[in-house]
């Protein structure tokens, strides 16, 4: 086969075609032009004999075929180093898959005895991992091997922790317990969120974590420099011997919203869930932009025990022994879980919520109580307002008119405020309601008794000029120029006079100003804003430079570093003063008219009670004019 094969070969190669030239490049290179064009014809001829010395001997340059028969004794290096290199892979592979395999087993069933040092104390915690250095959730194994999560802050942060840090703690708590959710109830489709009172059977509290030596102990600090003190320390009771509440609630009133009205909701209403919740209540002012709840208020109830540790303190969940409640964690405290939780699906609109405003109720009637001039002069002026109406048989009626930054959510003032002649005309509706049609009922029932004819009704409807009982109009506006507007200045009283926030142009009047070129005083122009409440206390903070006094008072706020200066906190002091005595005055009213957009007047309502929100539209004495819009508590 082998001779065939070469023959067949020898023969291929041999083989002429007629149609073929071949030359040789050089020979016909060497001739003539002349030669070459006579001789072109010939030396394609290859049959002529003169020519064929010209030809090539050697048959032409062809490719390589493969060899038929497989080469013996020699194998292919390029096949032996390929193969070499994919079985040392293979087998490296396998070794680091194996090495995993051997390292994840111990490492999941081990149980590696960690010491810590706290204090020149030192104590162990099972688990493998440490503790990360800044507060936030952790998972950790328990005693019988199975995984938990907790919060875990150390006890070298100070309490309360920044608002940023309770965002996060409660965020990561979320995405963890719903994490080991899933995974332990693999066959089962794990809820992301838990009812409000459904205690998480994978999370461990941080007081058993540290039983379990899962986290650090934590020392009994005492009371903290920031908590409010209360009734029973005032008093002089003293605190030793006390042991840690079981349970307990801290609000702190730190906020980026300067809004007095906001801080006031959250507190009633954290102290109501408190006690519904048989909790222990504490109030912590470190950081608040108003400065010391002792300014304005009597100190709060006494809790009868001591607070617990502050690593015990954590923002979520709820269910946890010891939470805290601040502008940071609103949402989670009081957000779609809790109205869940405490609104009545068996009722419509405003009755749903009787449960919530019953907790605002509860902490209005046992926090808001003022304290030194400011409580004496609330009860010599509400019985100069009120004293005669009452012994009359007439009604008080309180407008209260925001302006400033906060706008109606009726959607056609939105970005402007609500016609001050909508406030007089539904204060005239609720006379007409309240007094009016009932002494008209009275008349026509003695009429129908004495079969006598009824007297013409009485053509005056103002409240003002009524001729059959007196009635007085309240107003309170953070805004001054309203108290000079011909719709309302002129037809009421303001409600109270202790403390009066003036404009620009009354300043300018009361200190004789002369120079009409330089300005120099600043007033308190068209109701309450933010950036200037922050600006307050700052030396020529006005026009631009109040914007830029703002934001630096409010970042330094924010951050804590930044001190308030004595100045600057003695005029928020007054604003504060101004809003609660405003707030007091027209709360002790028959009937209030303002924009439930304003938290000022959804506090208004729990202050008049339950039944001023519902019934019928004519018995109604809290009214609401900005649409259709009805009472909410806490509004995020």
């Not at 898959?97 to 960690?114: G, H, K, M, P, T």
């Not at 066959?187 to 994978?202: C, E, F, G, T, V």
């Amino acid at each position: 086969m082998l001779g065939q094969a070469s023959q067949k070969l020898s023969k291929m190669h041999a083989r002429r075609n007629p149609n073929l030239s071949i030359q040789s490049t050089a020979s016909y290179s060497q001739l003539s032009p002349s030669v070459k064009s006579a001789t072109s014809g010939v030396f394609l001829s290859p049959t002529l004999a003169s020519r064929r010395g010209l030809l090539s001997h050697s048959p032409p340059v062809s490719p390589s075929l493969p060899s038929l028969v497989p080469r013996h004794g020699k194998k292919s290096s390029t096949q032996s180093h390929s193969r070499l290199v994919k079985r040392m892979l293979i087998g490296c592979c396998g070794v680091v898959f194996l090495l995993w395999l051997v390292l994840r087993q111990i490492y999941s069933e081990s149980q590696q005895a960690v010491s810590y040092i706290d204090d020149d104390e030192e104590w162990e915690m099972v688990g493998g991992s440490q503790l990360p250095k800044e507060a936030s959730a952790v998972a950790v194994l328990d005693i019988k091997g199975k995984t938990r999560w907790t919060v875990s802050i150390p006890s070298s942060m100070d309490f309360p922790l920044r608002p940023a840090q309770y965002r996060d703690i409660c965020r990561e708590s979320l995405e963890l317990a719903s994490s080991i959710r899933n995974e332990a109830q693999s066959s089962k489709i794990a809820k992301r969120m838990l009812n409000y009172y459904q205690a998480d059977q994978y999370y461990i509290d941080v007081q058993e974590a540290e039983q379990q030596a899962l986290l650090p102990p934590s020392k009994a600090t005492g009371r903290p420099e920031g908590f409010v003190e209360e009734e029973a320390i005032v008093d002089g009771s003293s605190t030793a011997g006390l042991k840690v509440c079981d349970k307990s609630m801290t609000y702190v009133m730190e906020t980026d919203d300067p809004g007095f009205g906001n801080t006031l909701m959250r507190l009633w209403m954290s102290y109501g869930l408190a006690k519904a919740e048989k909790r222990a209540f504490f109030i912590d002012d470190s950081r608040w932009p108003y400065g010391k709840y002792s300014s304005y208020f009597m100190p709060p109830p006494a809790a009868g025990c001591m607070p617990p540790p502050k690593s015990h303190i954590v923002p979520c969940p709820h269910t946890a022994r010891h939470i805290v409640v601040s502008d940071a964690t609103v949402k989670s405290t009081f957000g779609h879980a809790f109205n869940d939780e405490y609104e009545d699906p068996r009722k419509m609109r405003t009755e749903r919520q009787h449960k919530i405003f019953g907790l605002v109720r509860t902490g209005y009637e046992a926090l808001f109580k003022l304290k030194g001039d400011d409580a004496t002069y609330l009860t010599t002026r509400t019985q100069e307002l009120y004293g005669g109406v009452k012994e009359h048989g007439g009604i008080s009626i309180g407008l209260h008119v925001r302006h400033g930054d906060k706008h109606p959510m009726e959607y056609q003032y939105q970005k402007d405020y609500i016609p001050l002649s909508r406030y007089m005309d539904t204060a005239r509706d609720i006379y007409i309601d309240l007094i009016e049609s009932k002494q008209s009922n009275k008349k026509s029932k003695k009429t129908d008794n004495n079969n006598t004819p009824p007297p013409p009704p009485s053509s005056s409807l103002d409240p003002l000029s009524a001729s059959h009982s007196p009635s007085r109009l309240i107003l309170a506006s953070d805004d001054p120029a309203v108290y000079t507007s011909p719709e309302l200045g002129l037809n009421s009283l303001r409600a109270q006079d202790h403390i009066v926030l003036a404009t620009k142009a009354a300043l300018e009047a009361a200190s004789g100003k002369k120079n009409l070129w330089i300005d120099d005083i600043t007033g308190w122009e068209g109701g309450f804003y933010r950036d200037v409440f922050f600006s307050l206390g700052h030396a020529g903070a006005n026009h631009a430079t109040a914007a830029a006094a703002a934001a630096s008072s409010d970042a330094s706020d924010k951050s804590g570093d930044g001190a308030v200066s004595k100045d600057a906190l003695a005029l928020r002091e007054l604003v504060g003063r101004a809003y609660l005595l405003d707030l007091a005055v027209l709360g002790r009213a028959d009937t209030v008219v303002c924009t439930v957009s304003s938290t000022t007047c959804r506090l208004l309502g729990v202050m008049l009670g339950w039944d001023a929100l519902v019934g019928k539209e004519s018995e109604r004495r809290w009214r609401s004019i900005d649409g259709s819009f009805e009472w909410k508590g806490i509004m995020w």
